[in-house]
């Protein structure tokens, strides 16, 4: 899958960015705060190279440059 982000640990996080939020409890008075995501970073194919693990590929189109795992990781689909 594409590369989404980056937290503090070592280990790679699985994500779902299209799940939906549980609308329960909707009336809940302060429960329900807006997500505020950072905008994204925009890199050469330099500095992809440099950021990328060994398991993760760079795609190269003529519109974008895309960081991916690598196919039969973790999150590999069946």
């Known amino acids: 899958g594409q590369i989404l982000g980056e937290h503090c ?3 790679d996080l699985v994500v779902n960015p299209a799940k ?3 609308l329960t409890n909707m009336r809940a008075a ?3 705060e807006n ?3 950072n905008s994204t970073v925009e890199m ?4 992809c190279m440099s950021y ?3 398991d993760e590929l760079v795609e190269i189109t003529p519109q974008a440059i895309r960081l991916r ?3 039969g990781g973790k999150g590999a689909r069946a």
């Open 20 to 22: 939906g939020k549980k």
């Open 52 to 54: 990328i693990n060994d």
């Open 9 to 11: 640990r070592e280990n």
């Open 30 to 32: 302060g429960s329900d």
């Open 35 to 37: 997500v505020v995501l």
């Open 69 to 71: 795992k690598a196919p």
């Open 44 to 47: 050469s194919l330099e500095e």
